[in-house]
């Protein structure tokens, strides 16, 4: 047996562990919102709970992602497709994701959020996040967005930016998946999952409800279920130079939900 065959059982061995702790993540999440309803924990608990799962299930979907890059041949890139897929992407959110991503992420390095403080290494870690969404990037800006939420957990703070962008760039990612604009619905339930957190962490924050009615419209296809995030984007006073944007967006949402 070869060094190269052990490796290859060893990375095997380690995904499927991974694959059952996203399993066992994914269940307890589903169980966890049963066990609230039901009463039988408390909101505080209910929390700490809630932000930890998808933090940890963000970071095994990370894990499996390069686990399964590791195992996958070497092939040659088709260029074209791979700038086709981009721009694709980019005409599925109607434009207006990366615009609200460049917007409403370009907050200056003096600007505080929940728990960073200036001159912060996460602080750091998080304007090169940004950086990597601007540029495209959105695996690097994805793994760099989990870190930080991760770190902010560490320090007993949430960061609804943090959690915003995990999602929205869980979402990108979906879109990509294989080189191909077949979306991956885990990936979207987790993305909406984690949108849903930063809503409920800063609920005038505008971010995640912006996201949330690109995914559940340009990824979905559910006018009715992007109508309320996108009503709620409005009303959170999204940036000027990009109001215009965001009215089309929610004219086309309406548009449809009323059809």
Excluded: H
């Excluded at 959110?93 to 917007?103: E, K, T």
């Excluded at 999952?193 to 409800?209: C, G, H, N, R, V």
């Excluded at 340009?218 to 992007?226: C, L």
């Amino acid at each position: 047996m070869t060094a190269s065959t052990i490796k290859s059982g060893e990375r095997l061995d380690r995904l499927a562990e991974l694959e059952e702790e996203r399993r066992y993540l994914l269940r307890s999440l589903k169980d966890l919102e049963r066990e609230r309803a039901a009463g039988d924990v408390d909101d505080d608990d209910y929390q700490t709970l809630k932000d930890g799962y998808t933090v940890r299930a963000a970071a095994v979907l990370r894990q499996i992602e390069e686990g399964r890059r590791a195992l996958a041949p070497e092939r040659q890139r088709n260029w074209k497709r791979t700038i086709a897929i981009v721009v694709a992407s980019a005409l599925c959110a109607a434009g207006i994701g990366f615009a609200l991503a460049s917007a409403f992420g370009e907050r200056g390095s003096s600007d505080e959020i929940t728990g960073l403080n200036p001159g912060d290494s996460t602080r750091t870690k998080l304007a090169n996040a940004r950086a990597a969404l601007a540029r495209g990037e959105f695996d690097r800006a994805n793994q760099l967005f989990v870190e930080v939420d991760q770190e902010e957990l560490d320090r007993g703070n949430e960061s609804a930016e943090a959690r915003a962008y995990v999602g929205w760039t869980f979402a990108l990612l979906a879109r990509q998946v294989s080189d191909s604009l077949v979306t991956d619905d885990e990936r979207l339930e987790l993305s909406l999952l984690a949108l849903d957190q930063a809503i409920e962490m800063e609920p005038t924050y505008a971010d995640p409800y912006c996201f949330a009615a690109i995914i559940e419209f340009n990824f979905r296809d559910d006018a009715d279920a992007a109508l309320p995030y996108v009503e709620q984007c409005e009303a959170n006073n999204p940036p000027a130079d990009i109001s215009s944007l965001v009215e089309s967006f929610a004219e086309e949402i309406r548009a449809a939900a009323d059809a």
